[in-house]
């Protein structure tokens, strides 16, 4: 005869669902990355946690969170804020070198071998080599 144990129910404190709902609305993470990363056993327990203290509208419940949270993963996986404005920035940063270098190259062209490309031409330039990346 198999036993089964029986799970048990846990009290959480006001502070640690605060915490968590406050990391799941700020997009650190899903309701089931937090579930997954406290080890809550409720399926629901984050969501009603969500609507009782949180400050987004949670009344459409799983649905309206599992889009949020296929949103997020698709977006940033598993990236906090500061780690995707890091990211973003540093993207910025890589383009505006590779326009100036573009930008060099063209007064090379100019200078040394007479091709003159209007701004025109060079959007044309900029977007077909965007399209080749």
């Not at 459409?60 to 977006?75: D, F, V």
């Not at 209007?118 to 977007?127: I, N």
């Amino acid at each position: 005869m198999k036993t089964t144990s029986r799970r048990t129910q846990r009290d959480y404190s006001l502070a640690f669902k605060l915490a968590v709902v406050s990391q799941v609305e700020k997009g650190e993470m899903t309701y089931k990355q937090a579930q997954e990363r406290y080890g809550i056993q409720g399926r629901s327990t984050v969501l009603v946690w969500l609507r009782k203290h949180g400050q987004l509208d949670w009344s459409k419940g799983i649905e309206q969170s599992r889009a949020l949270g296929a949103t997020m993963s698709n977006s940033s996986s598993t990236q906090t804020p500061e780690q995707r404005i890091k990211e973003l920035e540093q993207q910025l940063e890589e383009t505006q070198l590779k326009a100036e270098f573009f930008e060099a190259v063209v007064k090379v062209m100019d200078r040394d071998f007479g091709v003159r490309i209007s701004k025109k031409r060079k959007a044309e330039l900029l977007r077909k080599k965007r399209s080749e990346s």
